[in-house]
């Protein structure tokens, strides 16, 4: 076969320049590795015999002039020491119809670990949970649960209606089959594919789904006095696990005491009356879990029906007020308007 390194390194310098890679997953690629000594086959996927022609980025490669490391077997493709001016789509025809197309990718070496890209939150036992990607780098990511999704396999279930941050990473809502009432004796194996240009990164990475709980904020009911105490009613958050009989939460109070302006913290719900704001977090105690984030600081006035609210019974006394004064300045236009006529 004749060379013509330089005609096809040109043309294929000139597609890069020109396209800069893609940003989203094409339905069909294959990822070789950079000057990899094992060859990478791209498959004409042709049901009938005859002689097939490929091209690459639409421009037609004749069977006499590939490089020594781009040749033609049959109907197939196969190339080897795979560098970056080989990277881009290729497509088979026969005559002027073509009969599929293969994107050629270089395995991204990036060695950063996943956990250095994403961090995953489920907010109860529910059927979901969130994962974030962080790394501003790529044009597009993907996320899969399970061996498919490991293997690459057309067979995994992709998400990758994302949403894109304002940072540059990504959000995402993964869907599981683990029944919330079941020992979890299997990890979640979450694999994820990030692409820019022609490079793509894959990682997968596994773990329980309550390694990855995190409640959100319980919910502070009332404050009722109990002696020299406080006895704090805490509720769940509103999207925690049902029933809460079965899905127990431990809450965690903080408050500043009065007096001396310390602070102190409690796991039970007593707690001293003389103190002048609270607020509460939540976990899972059965799987320790992480923590929520910490409620709002609410105010507390000893000597009230419900110590916790009386910001908000003062706030509609003032809202009160000024509704008020604003219909009492009406009334008087209105007045005033009627003496002049």
Partial sequence: MKTCSLWIFGLLLISLTAANGINYFPENFVVAKRN?????????????????????????????????????????LILSEVDSP????????????????????????????????????????GCSFSCTWTHSKYAAVRLGLGHDCR???KSCHWVDDNKQLLDGGFQFELPHSLSPYAEESNRLEL???????????RRTKSFY??????????????CQEVGQNLNVTIDPPTN??????????EHQIEYVLKD??????????????????LRVRCRDPLVVSAWSQWTPWKNVR????????????????????KERRKKKEKKNKDAGLNQAS
């Fill in 36 to 76: 990899d000594a094992n060859p990478v086959t791209l498959i004409c996927d042709t049901k009938t015999g005859g002689a097939v022609t490929w091209k690459f980025d639409g421009e037609a490669m004749e069977d006499d002039s590939f490089e020594d490391n781009i040749q033609q077997k049959g109907s197939n």
């Fill in 86 to 125: 080989m990277l881009g789509e290729y497509s088979c025809w026969r005559g002027g119809e073509m009969l599929s197309s293969t994107y050629l990718l270089l395995e991204d070496e990036d060695e950063d670990e996943l956990d250095s890209f994403i961090s995953c939150r489920a907010k109860s036992y």
């Fill in 151 to 153: 293997q690459g396999l």
């Fill in 191 to 201: 694999t994820a594919e990030a692409i820019i240009n022609y490079t793509i990164l």
């Fill in 209 to 222: 789904l309550r390694d990855i709980v995190q409640p959100d904020s319980p919910q502070i009911v009332k």
């Fill in 240 to 249: 925690w696990s049902t029933p809460h009989s079965f899905f127990t939460l």
């Fill in 260 to 277: 001396d302006g310390e602070t102190g913290r409690s796991l039970s719900p007593l707690i001293p009356k003389s103190i002048s704001k």
């Fill in 302 to 321: 000893a000597g009230q029906k419900n110590p916790c609210q009386y910001r908000k019974k003062e706030g509609k006394k003032k809202g009160g007020k």
